[in-house]
């Protein structure tokens, strides 16, 4: 398994460097970003491509327990922390709550009854592929006729036999990214965030 640590500035400068190259031979109509993770790629995807970008959650049981557990697991060490991870993605915790509720944001509302021809959906990573299955299918719901690709920042294998994601920058990754909640970065992503969405309305 790889491990590797992303500051807010390599993240920008490495999402924006892969969304050029990815505007050779493909550009959406619209990004829509997995809030919260996925915003600072899709602001850099969105730039690149000159498309409006707006947000969507999806939420399951025990993400308030990562709120708790994440500031505890900032004060470990890397070694100890990377196992920790390790341990949680091969357990198939995910797999058994694959339940999520996915809520528009506002700005998507807005766009309900709109024609997209290609929509690009972002997020940190693409792990057991529950989440973003259904993150998609509420997209496609809405927009049937709109062609969805994928990209995740990192894709795990074992997402793969439950969707697929068409571009990643890294696989089978662990990142330590500003917007894990380990991150010494962490408060200073969830400040830009909460200022450029607008509480995550965005």
Same mark, same amino acid.
């Given at each position: 398994m790889k491990?590797?640590?992303?500051?807010?500035? /390599?993240?920008?400068?490495?999402?924006n460097?892969?969304a050029?190259e990815?505007?050779?031979t493909y550009?959406?109509?619209?990004?829509?970003y997995?809030?919260?993770?996925g915003?600072l790629i899709?602001?850099e995807m969105s730039?690149?491509f000159?498309?409006?970008?707006?947000?969507?959650?999806a939420?399951r049981e025990?993400?308030k327990l990562?709120e708790i557990?994440?500031?505890?697991i900032s004060l470990m060490?890397?070694?100890?922390?990377n196992?920790?991870i390790?341990?949680?993605?091969?357990s198939n915790?995910?797999?058994?709550n694959?339940?999520?509720?996915?809520?528009?944001?506002e700005s998507l509302?807005?766009?309900k009854?709109?024609?997209?021809?290609r929509i690009?959906?972002?997020?940190?990573?693409?792990?057991?592929?529950?989440?973003?299955?259904q993150v998609v299918?509420a997209?496609q719901?809405?927009? /049937?006729?709109?062609?969805i690709? *994928?990209?995740?920042?990192?894709v795990?294998?074992?997402s793969?036999? *439950?969707?697929h994601?068409?571009?990643?920058?890294?696989e089978?990754?662990?990142i330590k990214a500003p917007?894990?909640k380990?991150?010494s970065?962490? /408060?200073?992503?969830?400040? *830009?965030y909460?200022?450029e969405?607008?509480?995550?309305?965005?």
């Amino acid at each position: 398994m790889k491990y590797t640590e992303l500051s807010i500035e /390599k993240l920008k400068s490495e999402c924006n460097s892969w969304a050029r190259e990815l505007k050779k031979t493909y550009c959406p109509d619209l990004v829509i970003y997995v809030a919260r993770a996925g915003y600072l790629i899709g602001k850099e995807m969105s730039e690149v491509f000159e498309v409006p970008m707006v947000g969507i959650s999806a939420t399951r049981e025990g993400n308030k327990l990562k709120e708790i557990v994440g500031p505890i697991i900032s004060l470990m060490p890397n070694f100890v922390r990377n196992f920790l991870i390790s341990m949680e993605l091969k357990s198939n915790t995910h797999d058994k709550n694959s339940e999520r509720k996915i809520h528009f944001h506002e700005s998507l509302e807005k766009l309900k009854g709109q024609s997209f021809d290609r929509i690009l959906v972002v997020d940190d990573s693409v792990d057991t592929g529950h989440s973003m299955k259904q993150v998609v299918d509420a997209i496609q719901n809405e927009f /049937k006729h709109a062609e969805i690709k *994928i990209a995740g920042l990192n894709v795990w294998d074992k997402s793969k036999n *439950i969707i697929h994601t068409d571009f990643a920058l890294y696989e089978n990754t662990v990142i330590k990214a500003p917007m894990s909640k380990d991150s010494s970065e962490y /408060k200073e992503f969830v400040r *830009i965030y909460n200022r450029e969405t607008k509480e995550g309305t965005l």
